[in-house]
């Protein structure tokens, strides 16, 4: 029996001529080797395909409608897909916008000048970010071990301590020593290598028969006194080879396996595929092997060692200034993935110097992060806002008790325009606290939350920084609030609404909300326990207001074949005059992907639209549409769904002509309009009769 995926990938020409596919609100977009191989007709003709749209000698659109991402998710479980999609989901309908979600968007807007840096710092990023876990399990560790040497229990830095606490150190050390392997496994995965060789490298010169070369009668080695080091060199074959500890080191790896990839992949292209799996890692190891040890190693340690030793300067010559710096620059890091090169040079000075100076001010921009999110979650609470309050809670949660930034950035920070100029504040005043004191030490590498601070010293000094930091941030949020004054008009009404359905449902009667010139029609008939589907009611006749201003068209007018057809249901076309799209009634949001660039709902009057901004405007990624609601949400008419900057749209080569549909046309009998030939918000633009009703012959 075959299925709907199975019979789309057949018709483009099967998983080997698909070289990408994403979707949008309605349809797959297919990225082709060969759009020829592709039977435009035959996809055409598929139950559950709605329409075809070629796209020049790239690929193929095939419109689902709202079904699109389940159709989306079963064909990328098809054999041989894997690889072949939208990893990031930022065409994805997903529950709302996810974390994902806005650091893609973020991170696509950041992108284009400068490719090249674009791929190095992804490359740095992906490297360490799938590690977060064990190193977050790692820094509790640290946690616990510091506490039990603040309280006297027992010291961790003792090298002659017991084996029961060198067994607990082992419990995390384990994953700093070996972290080297981790990354390179991941570096060599990101750059689409067997990971495994890149491992397998790396573990080359972290092995005890590596390590004990040192320790050779023919080995020389002399006392580094800038590091404190003693550093050893050993002949291998006839040649010195610097022998370095590489336990902790991530500049190695990281360099390691961006030459790696040079020689897998012309290893790859000189040998017969037939023998890839024999000799393209046999040659790989063969070739990197000895250049990480003779080379690459004391490469990376000198590399590390200086850039370490350059911001130790800095921070011991200018501690305000570099204490101030951190803070205020990782806001602007952690959303495009760029701390994680910091990040390294703490886990190098841990292991170069003993001690790190980075994590001390880093903490004053968490708290200040945390206590925005805080100041949030206060201001939830008094307006009673389920919603944010459980976002807020799990985020400060998160930060609190993990030191982890990420659910407050992107769950909450990075939607709120204000938030960021108070967060900064705090940042501030955090690391000038840091900087005044001297600056800060830490003994270990961890999470900067409420339970590490026994790892800082001076003690006292990290957390009184970063009691200001937070403090300052959450009451400048809770003063000032973290919405316009348009969001806020808007959860008034959310709230209004909600309480008035609440009452509906126990027979109380309640005055609709009004927010500008919007009423919600919902609520002027508190009585009623569910919306009737008014619409649907034989022979009703249902006029749907116009979800956004300008001169109203004919269907056929749309510069787009799948929506002047009514392929995706019969309405009308919009160019617009206005900037933003509105709630036609009320109802509920189905779809609202993060670009912004459509919205469907479903009406509680019984009526499915979707208004679709431009066409093709999903390649803008969100750049000139702000998203004012999330899927699920129930809104009430006259609400600001999406705004939208029409010239950026022209600007990018794009018609702005929007497409207003209704999506259950086939419910009814007739579909007219437009009914103007100006759309104006609030005025009906299209007519919705129902079927009549049944007769019994």
């Known amino acids: ?36 191989k592709a039977d435009v007709d035959a996809l055409d003709a598929l139950d559950g395909v709605l329409g075809v749209v070629p796209q020049g000698n790239t690929g193929v659109q095939v419109v689902i409608g709202g079904g699109v991402a389940a159709v989306y998710d079963d064909i990328m479980h098809e054999p041989g897909m894997a690889g072949r999609g939208d990893a990031d989901g930022d065409d994805d309908d997903s529950d709302g916008t996810s974390d994902a979600d806005v650091k893609a968007a973020i991170r696509a807007k950041a992108k284009g000048k400068n490719a090249w840096v674009d791929a190095f710092f992804e490359y740095l990023s992906d490297s360490f970010r799938p590690l977060l876990g064990v190193l977050l ?25 017991g084996a029961s606490w060198v067994f607990l150190d082992a419990m995390w050390r384990s994953v700093f020593y070996f972290l080297p392997i981790m990354v390179a496994y991941n570096a060599a995965k990101k750059l689409r290598l067997d990971p495994w060789v890149g491992a397998a490298v790396m573990a080359a010169v972290m092995t005890p028969d590596f390590i004990a070369l040192g320790s050779r009668a023919t080995t020389t080695c002399v006392m580094n006194e800038a590091l404190q080091q003693k550093q050893c060199t050993a002949h291998i074959f006839q040649l010195p080879m610097q022998l370095n500890d ?8 990281l360099i390691m396996v961006a030459i790696l990839a040079i020689f897998y992949r012309l290893f790859q292209k000189l040998i017969p595929s037939s023998v890839h799996m024999v000799f393209v890692p046999f040659l790989s190891m063969l070739v990197m092997i000895p250049m990480t040890a003779y080379l690459i190693g004391p490469m990376g340690i000198w590399l590390g060692n200086g850039i370490g030793l350059g911001l130790a300067w800095l921070n011991s010559n200018a501690p305000i200034v570099f204490a101030i710096i951190i803070p205020l620059l990782y806001p602007f890091l952690v959303p495009l993935g760029l701390h994680w090169p910091l990040n390294a040079l703490m886990l190098l000075n841990i292991q170069t110097l003993g001690y790190d100076f980075i994590q001390g001010p880093m903490g004053a921009w968490n708290f200040a992060c945390f206590g925005a999110t805080a100041g949030v979650l206060y201001i939830s609470m008094r307006e009673k806002d389920t919603a944010m309050r459980q976002v807020s809670f799990g985020a400060l949660a998160a930060g609190l008790l993990g030191g982890i930034s990420e659910p407050s950035l992107y769950g909450i920070h990075l939607r709120y325009k204000r938030i960021y100029p108070r967060m900064l504040v705090g940042c501030f005043a955090g690391g000038l606290i840091v900087g005044l004191g001297g600056g800060i030490k830490a003994s270990a590498f961890v999470f900067t939350s409420i339970f590490t601070f026994p790892v800082f010293s001076p003690t006292y000094l990290y957390l009184i920084a970063i009691a200001v930091a937070f403090f300052t941030s959450m009451f400048l949020v809770i003063i000032s609030d973290y919405r316009t004054p348009e969001q806020r008009e808007e959860a008034a009404a959310k709230r209004a609404k909600a309480e008035a359905k609440q009452a509906a449902k126990h027979g109380q009667a309640v005055a609709a909300p009004v927010t500008g010139a919007a009423t919600s029609s919902a609520t002027a008939t508190a009585t009623k326990t569910a919306p009737v589907k008014t619409a649907l009611l034989p022979d009703a006749v249902t006029f749907l207001d116009a979800p956004l201003q300008g001169r109203a068209l004919e269907l056929s007018e749309i510069p787009d074949p799948v929506f002047a057809g009514g392929k995706m249901g019969k309405g009308v076309g919009v160019d617009p005059t206005g900037n933003e799209v509105v709630a036609p009634a009320d109802g509920k949001i189905l779809i609202i992907p993060d670009s912004g660039h459509a919205v469907g709902m479903r009406c509680d009057n019984g009526l499915e639209i979707l208004v679709h901004v431009g066409i093709d405007t999903v390649a803008m990624n969100g750049d000139g549409f702000e998203v004012l609601a999330a899927k699920g949400d129930q809104v009430f008419a006259g609400q600001p769904l999406i705004r939208f900057d029409r010239s950026k749209i022209e600007a990018a080569g794009y018609s702005p002509i929007t497409a207003v549909l209704i999506t259950n046309s086939k419910k009814f009998a007739e579909v007219d309009g437009p009914m103007a030939d100006a759309a104006a918000l609030g005025a009906p633009l299209i007519r919705v009769t129902a079927k009549p009703a049944k007769t019994e012959g």
């Open 1 to 36: 029996m075959t299925t709907l995926q199975s019979e789309i990938l057949r018709l483009v020409g099967g998983v080997e001529n698909v070289k990408f596919l994403t979707h949008c609100a309605t349809r797959l977009r297919f990225t082709l080797n060969d759009t020829s």
């Open 137 to 161: 399990g790692a820094s509790m560790f640290i946690t616990i071990a510091a506490v039990l040497d603040a309280f006297g229990v027992y010291n961790f830095r003792d090298p002659n301590k």
């Open 246 to 253: 590489y336990g902790g080191q991530v500049f190695v790896p």
